[in-house]
């Protein structure tokens, strides 16, 4: 177990580019999340993968952000025409697999994908 | 909706005093509580998670939380401070009514004085 691994870990841009954020998580691990923290905030949900398929996105997603999870293993999380806005910290977060209880299980977090759009 | 309130964005304490961070959820149902750490430049860390069984929940470093339905509360406590658990904590709330959406709080962070 390598825990949950998220590349890069920083990342500056300049707005109006595209980038995109690459989780990977604990591999027996089904439930996979999503999460944007700005300073001094708690981390915001923005989605959730149940093995390949994405069951919740949170309003924040705007059209702009898209996160796929193509073989239920890795995770993209996307963001096209970066705004200033965009900036903040990434988190991605898994949990889920045999003998696991649904929403009461623990989540192992990343480290985080640190964005910054000038 | 359910949503979680940390009262207090910084709380500073002296080494070997009792740590005190406070936590008020809003559920329809009591949900399934969880505290969470993060040390600077690293990923959260659980602490502890109530779900549904005891109501004073233990967790690693010394710390432990008691779930109170009538206050609506989960108060994070640690009898003796020490300068390692200098960090950030979050609350958090998620259903146990179906779905895996997780609120969390805005955060504390705990400053340890020597």
């Not at chain 1, 998580?25 to 398929?53: C, K, V």
């Not at chain 1, 997603?61 to 996160?67: C, G, P, W």
């Not at chain 2, 998670?49 to 690693?60: F, N, P």
């Not at chain 2, 609506?72 to 895996?100: I, Q, R, W």
């Amino acid at each position: 177990d390598t825990g949950v691994s998220q590349d890069p870990r920083h990342k500056i841009t300049k707005r109006g580019q595209n980038v995109t954020f690459r989780c990977d998580p604990i591999s027996e691990h089904n439930r996979l999340y999503w999460y944007r923290q700005t300073l001094g905030q708690g981390p915001e949900f923005l989605t959730y993968f149940q093995n390949e398929a994405q069951l919740e996105k949170s309003r924040l997603l705007s059209d702009r952000f898209s996160a796929e999870r193509p073989k239920g293993s890795f995770s993209t999380l996307e963001i096209q025409r970066t705004e200033q806005g965009d900036s903040a910290m990434y988190l991605c977060a898994s949990s889920g697999g045999p003998g696991t209880s649904g929403s009461a299980d623990t989540q192992y977090f990343g480290p985080g994908t640190r964005l910054t759009v000038l | 909706a359910q949503s979680v309130t940390q009262l207090g964005s910084h709380v500073s304490v002296s080494e070997g005093a009792l740590v005190l961070l406070r936590c008020n959820y809003s559920s329809s149902v009591p949900p399934y509580l969880f505290w969470y750490v993060q040390y600077p430049n690293q990923g959260l860390q659980l602490l502890l998670k109530y779900t549904s069984a005891a109501t004073l929940v233990k967790g690693i470093n010394g710390f432990e939380a008691e779930f109170k339905k009538s206050e609506t509360s989960f108060h994070l406590t640690k009898p003796s401070a020490h300068m390692s658990d200098a960090a950030e904590y979050f609350c958090a709330v998620s259903p146990n009514t179906g779905g895996f959406k997780t609120i969390f709080g805005a955060g504390t962070r705990l400053f340890v004085k020597a």
